[in-house]
């Protein structure tokens, strides 16, 4: 995931207030500068947002994880990209590196937004020409863009540091059929057999998961629990009490999106089998908020690899989530 750096005169690159320092690693690995956001509030508590560059007929990369508090850094998004577009940006590249909405993506209640519809079409309403993302919670949300999306996948980056462990009698798990594909994917790029959860959501916080399906877990030591997101860790802490009562005695969880709300991060490093919880940089995580068994990974070269691909006019099936 190298490569050239591209000419700084071509592109502007900007960041909202949610991962500054994920937007500073891609441009440091594209060789580009950072260029200045001045963001503040009004009396009023309005947002105030000044690029603090010229944009005219340059490419504009906007980076904004759409993490808490999501409705700011989405308001924050939109605005940076109305700013980009009335200056003449000849380009507006949306780079969300976490979209959260993306799991509101189904109608499965009376009288409900279909949410990661509305906020794709609000990104092109306020001037995006291109996003790009990184594993969104389920493939149809892809189909909700109607602008040139890339969504990127993690797995370059989990798998390279995976490979640094000793993989010997190890199983890759998943929480729930609605990853399996994904998961059976990243367990034959590690020549590994996979199991999914037979899960059922009971509240936001509370799952309960009856039985695995996929390959037999009992005799495996070890399993590597895969998943796009954490949160609570509510699908995890139930799967590992799963897992513990097959035989397991080592568990390494991973994922892309590690938010970690109430608790969750704290809530899964008490158990014991758990040895270490992996995830990517693409939700910042403050440095007082993280725990010894935490691992974060950078996707900066990922992001910087894709952006490379497309100056160049180049295929990006490898970087793809189908890519795996």
């Keep these: ?29 594209l060789g580009v500068p950072l260029d200045g956001t001045h963001i503040s509030r009004f009396s009023n508590d ?18 904004q994880s759409l993490s808490q508090p999501v409705n700011d850094h989405l308001m924050e998004l939109l605005m940076m990209l109305d700013i980009a577009r009335g200056a003449a940006a000849a ?27 509305l906020v794709a079409d ?31 996948s993690s797995w370059l980056v989990l798998k390279e540091y995976l490979e640094t462990h000793d993989l010997t009698d190890t199983i890759i798990v998943t929480p729930d059929m609605g990853q399996a594909k994904s998961a059976s994917r990243f367990a034959g ?61 080592e568990m390494l969880v991973i994922c892309t999106h590690g938010v970690f709300t109430r608790g969750g991060l704290e809530r899964l490093a008490e158990i014991p089998q758990i040895t270490e919880i992996v995830t990517t940089d ?25 952006i490379r691909h497309n100056l160049r006019r180049e295929s990006l099936k490898e970087l793809f989530v189908f890519g795996e």
Excluded: C, W
């Excluded at 997101?229 to 509510?234: D, F, Y």
């Design 282 to 306: 693409t939700v910042h995580i403050p440095p007082e908020k993280r725990h010894p068994k935490l691992k974060i990974l950078s996707v900066a070269p990922v992001f910087a690899d894709a």
């Design 189 to 249: 790029v590690l020549g590994l057999p996979m199991a999914a959860g037979n899960k059922e959501r009971v509240s936001d916080t509370a799952v309960v998961i009856q039985g695995l399906v996929g390959h037999q877990v009992r005799g495996h030591k070890r399993a590597v629990i895969y998943d796009d997101e954490i949160s609570t860790g509510g699908s995890i802490h139930e799967l590992s009490r799963v897992l513990v009562e097959e035989g397991v005695e």
């Design 46 to 63: 309005n947002l105030y947002i000044q690029l603090g560059a010229t944009v005219r007929y340059r490419r504009v990369y906007i980076v």
């Design 91 to 117: 380009e507006v590249h949306a780079i969300i590196p976490y979209y959260s909405f993306a799991r509101s993506d189904k109608k499965d209640a009376p009288r409900i937004s279909i949410t990661a519809r």
């Design 122 to 152: 609000l990104l092109e309403t306020a001037g995006a020409t291109h996003v790009m993302s990184m594993v969104f919670h389920s493939p149809q949300v892809h189909g909700f863009f109607s602008l040139p999306t890339d969504p990127l």
């Design 1 to 29: 995931m190298t490569g050239a750096t591209i000419p700084a005169d071509q592109v502007r690159f900007f960041s909202g207030s949610s991962n500054p320092a994920l937007a500073e690693n891609i441009a440091n690995e």
